[in-house]
Each structure stands twice: as structure tokens, then as C-alpha cells.
């Protein structure tokens, strides 16, 4: 995703951080979410067309009764990124949901509020959701999130399902219920890179993110290739610019594996000084930011990247009925929902209806956090099984963090192919816990 708010600085510099303070200090930095936004100054990012029917076999009965009503909140209207996917992927399941008989055969409701990329805007459709009695804030994403986990907590009204997690109470509130893994992307770099032969990785890092190269010390310690990760990264001005001297500094030394902690904007504008240098370097990023409009524009410069992520592909078969609701509500191809953000959400929605149906007390928020805070969530080819009850205590700057599992992805002849099997995963979270 795009990322605007970030200070700006037109130095150049390489730095040097202990791994045990930089991995502590992730948890509280802000570390890209790849969640494939929109932006004033990027355009929306392209995904394919969707274009499947709904899986299911025949009309179900329509839901009635009182609506089990829930939030999604994103950025809709902002200076900053945009998320019209995730509003539309929200509006996609409230109606398939209920063209399939609802939730225990009672209609869903989403409202998709608004936070305008703002703190106050977090902190008002929280309120909001509480206000109107949401059994949960569902499958949302902002750069304020404890704005909202804060008001949300007082409240007991869970905030579930998230894709990327940003905020220290994200992190350690009981009221946070993650089903992505998405700090795991850089432990997957080093994984993979290791697999592949990298003799010389280096980091380049967005301005704000510098914390997030502790976690790429700590995997390549545990995997033994901490000789092999280069102890001083670049750090990538926010601001979309002529990245030449930066693809100059990665590549110095005989670099054969660059890792891309990148947001989409500036990986965009990053393309270009790559494919001027022509390296044989192998390319990393995340998924969502190394995306498919990145590929577009740059074909040959990034055939053979390798993309890390939390979500099998759009193109899998467990993503029929999404790909299918989408189609239903004509939602616009040129959103990308092959992102975190869209199959996040789409996730999100999946598990919470899994938990409400297997409750048996009054579906409400105080009983919806209770069910969740034993439950297990089971999505098989979606997220590998999540259980909240096993918090992620060998790492404890994550310890809300329940799914440590990631997805390799190549771009293969100008398309972003998964590596291995639709729904095999990598659970790549031993590799950092203590």
C-alpha cells in the first residue's frame, strides 16, 4: 500500500541496529501493510476481473429476524491511501452471506465506516460501532488502529479478524483477535532467500519501518545466515522519487538478494532505477506491494521476484465464492483484491460467521469476545487453523499474533504465480520465538 504521512528527508544513509532492540521496538513502529489500497498519486492497483459464480449449489432460505450487525473500517476518503477494496469486499459478503441464509439463519449487517485516514476518524467510527451495538468491528484496516482498539476495549466489543497489524494494542489487547500473520513476510524473505542461494541479501527499508530490520536479524541469526544479511540496510525515502543512488547503494558489494520492506507507491517508482541497473539480483517484496501493477509496468525488470505473504491467491479455488460475490456486486476490477486487504477481509468475515455459529448464548459483543477468546478458526486453503487461545509468547513485542504462516509467490512470464500448492503454508514463527 501506499504510504503518504510518513517525514520526509532527502538523506541518503545506511544504518546499523542490534537485532534485540530492533525487534523490540517492531512491535511499537509502524511496519507496511500491503493491503492494496488506493492512492492520489498511484491509481488503483489492478487485479484480475473477477469473474466465478458463488460455489453454493442452490437459493437458500432468506435470512430473518434481527440483523447480527458488525463494522469494517478503513480509509475511504483521504489524503493519504485508500481501501475501497476492503469496503467492497465487506459489501460482497454481507450479501452473499445473506443470499446463502445469513448467519444462523438471521440476516448480516456490515456498516463500512469511513476513518478518513485520521486518528479522530479511527476514534469516531469506533465509537460509532459501539454506539449502534456491534457484535464486532470485523476485517478492518487504517493506520490508527489502537485509536480504535482503545475505544472498543472499554466496551468489550472485539476487534476481529485484522490482516496487518500496526498498533501496540493490536499487539497485546485481549480484545484484538488477528487472523493475518503479516510481519512474518520478512522472516519468509530471509526463509526463502536462504532456500535460494543468497550469499548477500540487503535490506531496503520505507522511512518509518527501520525497526522491521530487528525481525530480519533475528531470522537470519536462527536460520545461520547471519553472515549473509548485510548488518547495514538502506532506508528509502517515503517520498516517490528518483531511487537510483538507493538501487546503487543495494546493489554495491555483490549484492545477489534484495529484500523490499517497500510500500507500492514507492516500489513503483523504484522499478525503474532497478531495471536501469539491470542487476542479476534477486527481488523480494511483500505481497499486496510488489503487486500486479508493479509487474505491469515493469515486466522484464521484475520477472522472477519473489512475493511473501499471508493469503493463497486470488486465483486459488478456495477463493471462488469471494471471486463470485464480488461479480455479484459488480465491485470495480481495477481495486485489488488479490491483497491483504481484500482476502483479509473476505477472511475476516468467513471466521467471525464461523464463531457466531458455533455460539449457543445471545449473539452480542460481550458474548461474541468470550466465544472468540476460546475458539479455533478453521479456513482450511484460506489461513492455516488459528486458535486463540495460544498467544504467541516466544516473541512477546507479537503476542496477539495467532497465525505465523506465510505464502511464496514468483513472478512467472509477467504473472504473479503461487509457489507450491493453493493453501500451503510456511509457518515460519518458530524460527523468531525465544
Known amino acids: 500500500m501506499t504510504q503518504s504521512f510518513l517525514p520526509k528527508t532527502g538523506a541518503l544513509r545506511r544504518s546499523k541496529m542490534s537485532w534485540r532492540v530492533a525487534a523490540v521496538a517492531a512491535a511499537a513502529t509502524l511496519v507496511l501493510a500491503a493491503c492494496g489500497g488506493s492512492g492520489g498519486d498511484s491509481g488503483s492497483t489492478t487485479a484480475p476481473a473477477p469473474t466465478d459464480a458463488t460455489t453454493s449449489a442452490a ?10 450487525k458488525t463494522m469494517t473500517v478503513t480509509d475511504i476518503n483521504s489524503q493519504g491511501p485508500i ?31 469511513d476513518s478518513q485516514g485520521t486518528a479522530d476518524g479511527s476514534t469516531a467510527c469506533a465509537r460509532k460501532a459501539v454506539d449502534n451495538g456491534v457484535v464486532a468491528v470485523v476485517g478492518s484496516f487504517n493506520f ?33 483477535f488477528p487472523l493475518g500473520s503479516h510481519q512474518m513476510y520478512g522472516v519468509g524473505f530471509v526463509k526463502k532467500g536462504l532456500e535460494e542461494g543468497c550469499e548477500k541479501m540487503h535490506a531496503v527499508i520505507i522511512q518509518g519501518a527501520e525497526s522491521f530490520f530487528g525481525v530480519l536479524q533475528v531470522a537470519a541469526e536462527r536460520l545461520g545466515g547471519a553472515d549473509k544479511l548485510d548488518q547495514e540496510f538502506t532506508v528509502l525515502p517515503a517520498t516517490a522519487q528518483d531511487y537510483a543512488p538507493q538501487v546503487a547503494e543495494a546493489l554495491a558489494g555483490g549484492t545477489d538478494c534484495v529484500l523490499m520492506v517497500v510500500s507500492e507507491t514507492p516500489f513503483l517508482a523504484w522499478m525503474p532505477a532497478w531495471e536501469q541497473a539491470a542487476p542479476t539480483a534477486k527481488l523480494f517484496g511483500p505481497q499486496g506491494n510488489l503487486s500486479s501493477k508493479v509487474v505491469a509496468q515493469s515486466p522484464d525488470a521484475s520477472e522472477g521476484a519473489y ?9 486459488c479455488d478456495v477463493w471462488a465464492d469471494y471471486r463470485g460475490a464480488l461479480d455479484t456486486i459488480s465491485a470495480p476490477a481495477s481495486e485489488d483484491y488479490n491483497s491483504l486487504g481484500g482476502l483479509g477481509t473476505w477472511t475476516a468475515y468467513m471466521g467471525f460467521s464461523q464463531i457466531v455459529e458455533s455460539m449457543t448464548d445471545d449473539v452480542n459483543a460481550a458474548n461474541f469476545a468470550t466465544a472468540a477468546s476460546t475458539a479455533v478458526v478453521n479456513l482450511p486453503g484460506m489461513i492455516p487453523d488459528v486458535n486463540f487461545r495460544d498467544e504467541f509468547t516466544g516473541f512477546p513485542a507479537f503476542l496477539r499474533m495467532f497465525n505465523t504462516s506465510v505464502v511464496y509467490s514468483q513472478v512467472q512470464d509477467g504473472v504473479i504465480a503461487p509457489l507450491g500448492a493453493c493453501g500451503e503454508f510456511d509457518n515460519v514463527g518458530p524460527i523468531i520465538s525465544d
Open 59 to 68: 437459493p437458500s432460505p432468506e435470512p430473518v429476524g434481527e440483523p447480527i
Open 83 to 113: 481501501y475501497p477494496n476492503i469496503e467492497y469486499t465487506a459489501e460482497a459478503y454481507e450479501a452473499w452471506i445473506n443470499a446463502n441464509g445469513g448467519i444462523n439463519g438471521r440476516p448480516l449487517e456490515v456498516d463500512v465506516c
Open 144 to 176: 490508527a488502529p489502537d485509536a480504535i482498539v482503545d475505544i472498543l476495549e472499554p466496551a468489550n466489543v472485539a476487534y476481529f479478524g485484522a490482516c496487518c497489524m500496526l498498533g501496540a494494542q493490536e499487539f497485546q489487547s485481549k480484545l484484538a
Open 307 to 315: 512475493v511473501v505473504g499471508a493469503y493463497p491467491d486470488l486465483s
